[in-house]
């Protein structure tokens, strides 16, 4: 994944004989993980950013919160956090 489209050819090619819309593919240590959609066959693959992921990831846990507390109150609602994190080299 870090190497970033060109390392995901392979998989784009099986996922096209497959007819499959998605892809998902991390490197050998499993650290990274890449990701990536097509909304039709014949269009071409969006590979996620890593804030799209992140943004992906942080709906889908909220969608699970109000699942499990459909009938929460707002001072409930207000003690719910989600806490992001900047990593530099």
Do not use: Y
Not at 38 to 48: A, D, T
Not at 64 to 85: N, Y
Request: hydrophobic share 40%; with cysteine.
């Amino acid at each position: 994944p870090e190497e970033g489209k060109g390392a995901l050819k392979l998989a784009f090619e099986e996922a096209e004989r497959q007819k499959a819309t998605l892809v998902l593919a991390n490197d050998p240590d499993a650290d990274r993980l890449a990701v990536a959609e097509r909304q039709e066959l014949q269009s071409p693959w969006h590979v996620f950013t890593g804030n799209e992921l992140g943004a992906l990831l942080g709906h889908w846990a909220w969608h699970c919160w109000r699942k499990q507390h459909p009938t929460a109150d707002p001072a409930e609602i207000s003690k719910v956090c989600m806490v992001g994190s900047a990593v530099s080299s």
